[in-house]
């Protein structure tokens, strides 16, 4: 390795500031801007043709109804007040919440140490000691300088607008963590208020099950039902209870979910409220593509693409001198040897040079690896808008599915409901028994529990949809 390297000292501040003139205006060479926007998604995905609007809308069945707006504080078009105030404990209390704020800070020390370069450094070294001290010399002395490095080719700036992308991508990270936080909690109390009415339901359809069971056997006493109705009317009795079990576990697994969510014990205490909130109205045709620029991740991948840029420039800026100034002051005296003009002090300035001549292809080594980590970032946005695009799809589409299916399952319940209401007409009057009636309460509790998990799916598509096109809960 051969570097060159050049002192020069000076007591005069004439050429110091001359160079400082000159420095300053060689400084004023701009950093290169970052990539974003059309440019970087032509980079990262020149052969797919990106719509300019998405092609699905939440509303399959075409007809003209009113039409939501896709825009921040989306909680508030659910008007839950239950889920505003867990959502607002659990961004005071969950551990995810205190996660995202060291992860904050680490963002803000990025900079501060890339920063740091850009001021003057300032030094001091002491020694002290007798005739017989570490050295054996007697020597005393201290030094106090200050380097500076010009930054002539824009490596520090470089570095610190590097250090600026790389603090972006983080508090993206963070804010997309935050953002899941929320649509997961929005969702599990959701889907725990579902489970809370179909474990009422699933434990009546198992009492009627048992009803049926106990009728069947009466019978079977009389010779009125044979053998097999009773083991039947016990096997179906069994199997009540046992999805009755399966349906209440999931409810208190729901429960603690939340409860971990907000931060609290998970003792699985019940919800409030089991109602859940209307659907808001669906989402207008024409959805723009440009809304997905800020979502979290979206911003964060465009992040780290510029990040590896500046990291491969500042690598490639390396190959030029580096041009630092100097100013120091000392003091030094001996108890052993006689210094010309006992103990002495110095005051100077002067400027050093480095210049790079020859590192054995280590400074090309590095700039190779970043350049091919600046290529990976830019496929890595390519999947990530890829993945964002089939996000908002699959919401609008499954949001309108769910719509549909809604409309079907809130049709077979109502149908349902009439049936039940006729067969206890029926039993009235005396033309059927009470095995009848319990059938078709199992029949509609079965029913409805389909329809309540149907409600669940289509809000949380709804959710879903706010987060793939990651707009603010709550601001």
């Known amino acids: 390795m051969l570097n060159g390297l050049i002192s020069m000292k000076h007591p005069g501040m004439l050429t110091v500031s001359a160079v400082l003139v000159g420095s300053?205006?060689?400084?004023?060479?701009?950093?290169?801007?970052?990539?974003?926007?059309?440019?970087?998604?032509?980079?990262?995905?020149?052969?797919v043709a990106l719509p300019n609007q998405f092609a699905q809308s939440s509303n399959s069945s075409g007809t003209a109804a009113a039409s939501a707006r896709v825009d921040d504080a989306w909680l508030k078009q659910f008007q839950d007040e239950e889920l505003n105030q867990l959502v607002a404990e659990a961004l005071r209390n969950s551990p995810d919440i205190q996660v995202i704020a060291a992860r904050r800070s680490q963002s803000e020390?990025?900079?501060?140490?890339?920063?740091?370069?850009?001021?003057?450094?300032?030094?001091?070294?002491?020694?002290?000691?007798?005739?017989?001290?570490?050295s054996g010399s007697g020597l005393t002395g201290y030094y106090i300088g200050a380097g500076w490095e010009l930054d002539l080719w824009g490596r520090v700036r470089t570095s610190i607008a590097g250090a600026k992308q790389s603090a972006r991508a983080l508090n993206a990270e963070q804010d997309a963590a935050r953002l899941s936080?929320?649509?997961?909690?929005?969702?599990?109390?959701?889907?725990?208020r579902g489970l809370q009415e179909q474990a009422r339901l699933a434990n009546e359809s198992a009492i009627a099950a048992q009803t049926i069971a106990d009728l069947t056997a009466i019978r079977e006493n009389i010779g009125a039902s044979s053998?097999?109705?009773?083991?039947?009317?016990?096997?179906?009795?069994?199997?009540?209870?046992?999805?009755?079990?399966?349906?209440?576990?999931?409810?208190d697994q729901a429960l603690r979910a939340v409860e971990v969510l907000v931060g609290r014990y998970p003792d699985a205490k019940p919800l409030s409220t089991t109602r859940l909130p209307a659907l808001p109205a669906p989402v207008a045709p024409g959805l723009p593509a440009d809304?997905?620029?800020?979502?979290?991740?979206?911003?964060?991948a465009e992040a780290r693409v510029n990040s590896a840029f500046y990291a491969a420039e500042e690598?490639?800026?390396?190959?030029?001198?580096?041009?630092?100034?100097t100013a120091g002051f000392g003091y030094i005296n001996s108890q052993i040897f006689a210094l010309t003009r006992g103990p002495s002090t110095s005051?100077?300035?002067?400027?050093n040079v480095f210049i790079p001549l020859f590192q054995g292809g280590s400074i090309e080594a590095q700039i190779a690896y970043q350049n091919a980590e600046a290529q990976a970032a830019i496929a890595n946005y390519g999947k990530v808008a890829l993945g964002a695009f089939k996000d908002v799809e699959n919401a609008l589409n499954g949001e309108a599915t769910w719509r549909d299916r809604s409309i079907q399952l809130q049709t077979q319940l109502t149908e349902q409901r009439r049936l039940l209401d006729n067969r206890r007409a029926e039993f009235r009057i005396g033309r059927i028994d009470q095995r009848q009636v319990q059938q078709e309460i199992m029949r509609t509790n079965a029913i409805e529990i389909n329809w309540r998990q149907g409600q669940v799916d289509a809000l949380a598509q709804r959710v879903n949809l706010y987060l793939a096109l990651g707009g603010s809960p709550t601001e």
Do not use: H
Request: hydrophobic share 45%; proline share 5%.
């Open 109 to 134: 020390s990025l900079i501060d140490a890339a920063s740091g370069a850009q001021y003057p450094g300032v030094n001091a070294f002491g020694n002290t000691g007798g005739k017989v001290g570490s």
């Open 227 to 251: 053998q097999a109705d009773v083991s039947s009317s016990k096997l179906n009795a069994s199997q009540a209870k046992e999805l009755a079990l399966t349906v209440a576990l999931a409810r």
């Open 315 to 325: 690598k490639r800026l390396a190959r030029l001198p580096k041009i630092s100034l």
């Open 24 to 47: 300053v205006l060689l400084m004023s060479c701009s950093v290169k801007p970052p990539l974003q926007g059309e440019d970087l998604r032509s980079k990262a995905l020149p052969s």
């Open 291 to 300: 809304l997905l620029e800020r979502r979290p991740d979206m911003i964060a």
């Open 347 to 351: 005051l100077g300035t002067g400027a």
């Open 181 to 192: 936080l929320i649509g997961a909690l929005t969702k599990t109390v959701w889907l725990a």
